[in-house]
C-alpha cells in the first residue's frame, strides 16, 4: 500500500512511501529535507559519491505532483544543500522541473542548509518563509520544536527507525513519527541518510519502505 492515510488533529493526512504527506483538504503535498545538490557538494571536496542524485529526487517529486491533485508543494526546509549545489547542471534541471508544474504554488520554509545555500533563484518561483508558517491546524517547520498553540509537523532530523530479526538481522527504514505536538517527515532526497528514532509513549510509528507504509506495531 503506497497510501496510508492518518487522522491527525482532526485532519486526514495521507502518508506516502515514497517519503511524503498529502493533504487532500488543502490539496498540498508536503516533503522535507529535499537537499537538492548535496552529492555535487560532495563532489566539489573530491568526495567519490553516487552521481545522479538530484535527478533522481526530482523525478520522484515529479511523479508525486503528477500523480495527487496538487494546487501547492511545501517543502519542510533544506531544499538546497549549499551554494556549491548551484551548478549549471543543477540549475538547467530545477528550471526544467519548475516549468512542467507552473501551475502549482511552491513554498519553502527555510532549514538550517537552506540558511547557508540562500533562497532559490528567483526564477523558480519558490516562495520563501521562516518558520513557522501556519495553515490551520499545523504549523510547519523545519526545526522540530513544539509551538505555543499549534501542533508541529517538521523535518530536520531524517528520522529512521531498526528493525530487528531473531538471527540478528537489523533494517533501517525511513518513518513518520505521528505525535500530539510534533511530527516528523522522513527525508525526501535520495543522498541524505538517516537519524535513528526511539520514539515515546503515544508516538505513533509508520514505516516507508519499497512502495508501502505500514504501522508499527505497538
Given amino acids: 500500500m503506497n497510501t496510508y492515510p492518518v487522522e491527525h488533529c482532526g485532519e486526514t493526512l495521507w502518508l506516502l512511501a515514497d517519503k511524503a504527506i498529502y493533504w487532500p483538504a488543502r490539496r498540498t503535498l508536503l516533503v522535507a529535507d529535499v537537499h537538492i545538490g548535496k552529492a555535487a557538494s560532495y563532489r566539489a571536496l573530491h568526495q567519490p559519491v553516487p552521481r545522479g542524485t538530484t535527478a533522481a529526487t526530482l523525478a520522484r517529486l515529479e511523479t508525486l505532483l503528477n500523480s495527487y491533485d496538487c494546487e501547492q508543494l511545501i517543502i519542510l526546509g533544506d531544499f538546497l544543500h549549499a551554494r556549491a ?3 549549471p547542471g543543477t540549475l538547467a534541471s530545477l528550471h ?4 512542467r508544474h507552473r501551475a502549482v504554488k511552491m513554498v519553502l520554509v527555510r532549514g538550517n542548509h537552506d ?3 540562500g533562497d ?4 523558480l518561483r519558490i516562495e520563501v518563509r521562516d518558520e513557522p508558517l501556519l495553515l490551520a491546524p499545523f504549523a510547519l517547520q523545519h526545526d522540530p520544536k513544539p509551538h505555543p498553540s499549534h501542533p508541529v509537523l517538521a ?9 530487528r530479526g531473531r538471527a540478528r ?6 518513518c513518520f513519527l505521528i505525535d500530539a505536538q510534533v511530527s516528523l517527515l522522513p527525508a525526501f532526497g535520495e543522498f541524505t541518510g538517516g537519524w535513528r528514532v526511539e520514539p515515546g509513549s503515544g508516538t505513533r510509528v509508520f514505516l516507508a519502505g519499497g512502495d508501502q507504509v505500514w504501522a508499527l506495531a505497538e
Fill in 85 to 87: 549545489a548551484l551548478s
Fill in 169 to 174: 538481522q537489523r533494517l533501517r527504514l525511513p
Fill in 96 to 99: 526544467a522541473w519548475r516549468s
Fill in 155 to 163: 523535518g530536520h532530523v531524517h528520522p529512521v527507525y531498526v528493525l
Fill in 120 to 123: 532559490p533563484p528567483a526564477e
Fill in 115 to 117: 540558511r547557508h545555500a
